[in-house]
């Protein structure tokens, strides 16, 4: 199971209001357009967005920053409470408002933007309590993101000792920067400039990779970075460590990049705390800005949909789409809402062979996602004798999550598979021929029952025989 990590996300806190309307008229008073409004809807943005974007990778998220004595500031901590974010860091100031930013959109196109907010810094009280509580629970932590919106809580001085206080703890700290003077963000684990941000800190202009490469390294040595990054919208990632290098991007279509760095910052110190190098993380959050910028409004990723999405693209890797009882719900939930067919199958498949990738391929061809019901090791043997299995379950599961006509992997430890048949109740559940005039468990919980013939002379007994047979040989 996948390393949960704690993260604590320090910034702005605000509110994004949306008015979802249509336009057919040119206003008689001015040359302005008139948006009919049909509906209001309210999402968490700013440092918001970024635990927002955590918590739907399933990481243990706390928050810190201000917000105002007001209804705005009410509706955040009550809906980051129940989204299951740790609010203890957040506090009140009387005489500053929460943050929200109303946008107009009519036919998926934003009209205008209307903001109500303070830009001043927090007062010497705040940083306080901030300080506060940073110190008390750092050790709590796994990384610390820093979300700069530049409305007033990430001052000079707060943000310098937040960093020295984390270095000293050993924890990363990842950085969503504002402004052109990064110095206060010096000594940082990383951070995510775009383009124009880097160009502006960094004094020279991008217009060429040798620009972007001088900029890059420019950056990291200035503000002691541990790694420089520089994201380049369309373009992707670029990495500057010995040598400058580029993820690409994978977005295919882009409908609203609203939010989507905090989705870049939240991914990579999501996947930078499980234990992945920096050019796996930036992948995966490339991926995960992929997913968001296909939706209206500041969005977040799951799993499922970051996995979904490079299977799309045939990048996805074996680790990915092996998952657990905990993600399973999520992720039938997420693929029959997207109307998808889903098909089930299970079995030992201890030393794959031809036989189990015909079946598995005709398997997949029944339907839109393959789901692999995978015996555990102690399932097996009580199954099979002490003798078996031949490969552990998680070797099996890495050989058979590498097959393209395998969507997920999921193991279980019963003698069958019924638990999971019964929480993913699929559209289609398919068993070898052997299964003939004989009851398959889970029949009644799937929509249709397909038996697939095995290729004949293909199985792991045979293969262990043969070899058995010509044990001695040179």
């Not at 062979?353 to 398997?363: F, I, N, W």
Request: with cysteine; glycine share 8%.
């Amino acid at each position: 199971m996948t390393k949960i990590p704690t993260i604590l996300v320090v910034g702005d806190i605000m509110i994004d209001h949306y008015l979802w309307g249509k336009c057919e008229r040119i206003s008689p008073e001015a040359p302005v357009q008139v948006v009919e409004v049909l509906r209001e809807s309210e999402t968490l943005g700013g440092a918001c967005n970024v635990m927002n974007n955590l918590i739907a990778l399933e990481a243990d998220v706390y928050g810190c920053g201000v917000i105002g004595d007001d209804e705005v500031g009410d509706k955040v901590l009550i809906e980051l409470a129940q989204k299951g974010v740790n609010t203890v860091g957040i506090f009140k100031e009387d005489d500053r408002p929460t943050t929200k930013k109303s946008r107009v959109l009519a036919s998926h196109q934003q009209i205008i933007r209307v903001d109500r907010e303070s830009k001043k810094e927090i007062s010497a009280k705040s940083e306080e309590h901030i300080l506060e509580f940073f110190s008390k629970n750092i050790g709590l932590f796994d990384a610390v993101v820093l979300s700069d919106y530049g409305k007033g809580v990430l001052k000079d001085s707060l943000t310098k000792e937040l960093i020295n206080i984390s270095k000293r703890a050993g924890k990363k700290v990842f950085v969503d920067p504002k402004g052109s003077d990064f110095s206060k963000y010096s000594g940082s684990y990383l951070m995510t400039p775009n383009k124009k941000e880097a160009s502006l800190a960094s004094g020279i202009e991008i217009d060429s990779s040798e620009k972007l490469k001088e900029a890059g390294f420019l950056l990291k040595k200035r503000y002691d970075l541990e790694i420089s990054l520089i994201t380049l919208s369309e373009d992707g990632i670029a990495i500057f460590e010995d040598e400058m290098r580029r993820i690409p991007t994978v977005a295919k279509e882009v409908y609203d990049v609203t939010g989507a760095g905090d989705t870049v910052i939240a991914a990579l110190s999501y996947a930078i705390s499980i234990g992945e190098d920096i050019y796996k993380a930036c992948d995966f959050a490339n991926a995960a800005a992929a997913v968001v910028v296909g939706k209206i409004g500041c969005a977040t990723a799951t799993f499922a949909e970051i996995t979904e999405y490079r299977h799309s693209l045939n990048r996805s890797r074996s680790e990915d789409k092996i998952i657990d009882t905990k993600s399973l719900k999520k992720l039938i939930d997420h693929l029959k809402a997207q109307s998808r067919k889903i098909v089930f199958t299970n079995g030992c498949f201890d030393i794959l062979h031809a036989g189990h990738v015909k079946y598995l391929q005709e398997a997949k061809s029944f339907g839109d996602v393959l789901i692999l019901g995978l015996n555990s090791d102690d399932s097996i043997k009580r199954i099979k004798g002490e003798g078996r299995p031949i490969n552990s379950e998680d070797d099996r599961a890495i050989v058979l999550a590498s097959l393209e006509s395998v969507d997920y992997v999921i193991k279980f430890d019963e003698d069958t598979p019924y638990k999971i048949i019964e929480k993913i109740a699929p559209d289609v559940l398919v068993k070898g021929g052997d299964y003939k005039d004989r009851e398959v468990v889970g029949s009644e919980l799937s929509k249709e029952v397909i038996l697939v013939d095995f290729v004949e002379g293909k199985s792991t007994t045979k293969i262990i025989e043969k070899i058995g047979s010509r044990k001695g040989e040179v």
